[in-house]
């Protein structure tokens, strides 16, 4: 009896440690600040720059929390891409205009303006900024957040960042920086294209390194009085399926916490339209590589044979919905991760091409001038171009790839704000 009660006890214990795991979950600086009572908004005039992703636990969005909160006065919204509601496609312009919802008026700052003007910000006191981050540098969101911290340093107009995870971890970094003359809208800071940090880390970075020097990286950096509202719970090396917190799209090619994970590892071959498909217009955003003149057998036995850490193969065949292989039956190959930790996102992408090329001889980089200079922008220089180009050989950009990745950690781990 002793012993059947002893281990009627463990499993009850071992039962409740369970639970409570199921349970725990990552709490995001929303919720922290909502728990604080909204300290650093009371008798505030407060705007928001916000998409859909901006929710609490319970998908509640951020603008009601704080329209319907009694001590918060907010008065306008800040729309970066795709609008404070998400009812524009990607690179569509957002308009300005007013909150269907709550009446608020909303001004775009992904239009022919993406710095807010005094006039957006005229009667403001701080600006709150809530967006789920995807942990890539060409992503717009945090080229709007360097450029509202840039207005607000300006004007003397008090910043707040509510932090999120990054989904792809606090402990991945990868990708050179950005080269003079190559800074742009999806490449604004001097980091990595993979930078390991959540939001609220960066825009510390950002604002103590000297990072915010406009859109084209050729103004001065300003300073702005800046405040992080941190999470509850997140560490390093957590994904954002260990958050156990509900994945909002930030963008429509980002539908789960995996594509954010897959835009790294398939987005520059992306950008040249009509080579690879990779699984945009079908089920699998940056999931996959495939095109109608693929082997797929061929390609997998291919990339198998270079024993990538961390990454398996499977072939797939399938039509995409829209696009320019809409209709069209595609081979190719799905890739999954074995090992996340030791997985190369960015590079992965790269040995493609080079297989796409050894077997094929398809170059993405012939006939493809209309968009050489977007690539170029996204990888941050000309360099990725001129020397993968020649020959689609990984060997000829691998350590200008990972030149930056030592002095990058170095400097980044100063503005931790999580174990």
Known sequence: MLYRNHFRFIACAAALLITL????????????????????????????????????????????????????????????????RGDQWAGGSVSGGKDSETGLPV?????????????????????????????????????????????????GIEVMVLDRPNPLGGLKVEGAYPQPGFYSFVGQYRIP????????ELAK????????????????????????????????????SDTKLPWVLPSPNIPTAESAICYPCAGLTGEFNGYLNIGIGYTLPFGTFAAEWID????????????????????????????????????GVQYYFTDYEAAPLTMLQFHVMEAVHDLYGRNPFEGAADRLQMFDKVCGSDYIRVNFGKRLKVSDIADYWNADVAEFKEISAKYYLYL
């Open 205 to 240: 970075m950002i604002n103590e390194e000297g990072l915010n020097c406009g859109q084209k990286g050729n103004l001065a950096p300003l300073k702005c009085k800046l405040k992080v509202v941190p999470m509850e719970g997140w560490t390093r090396d957590m994904l954002f």
């Open 296 to 331: 797929a057998a061929e390609l997998k036995c291919r990339l198998d044979s270079l024993n990538l850490p961390g990454i398996a193969w499977r072939t797939i065949h399938y039509k995409p919905f829209s696009g320019s292989c809409a209709g069209k039956l595609i081979h």
């Open 193 to 200: 294209y993979i930078y390991g940090l959540t939001v609220g």
């Open 107 to 155: 001004h775009s700052l992904y239009g022919s303006t993406r710095q807010p003007t005094r006039e957006m910000l005229e009667g403001i006191d701080i600006i709150v900024y809530d967006i789920q981050d995807v942990g890539s540098r060409s992503y717009t969101f945090i080229s709007t957040l360097g450029l509202v911290m840039r207005s607000c340093a300006e004007l």
């Open 21 to 84: 795991s199921l349970q725990a979950r990552v709490k995001p600086g929303i919720e922290v600040l909502r728990d604080s009572g909204f300290r650093g908004l009371e008798g505030k005039r407060v705007g928001l720059v916000t998409n859909p992703s901006g929710v609490d636990s319970q998908l509640r969005s951020t603008i009601d929390i704080f329209n319907e909160a009694p001590n918060v006065n907010l008065v306008a919204l800040y729309a970066p891409e795709h609008g404070v």
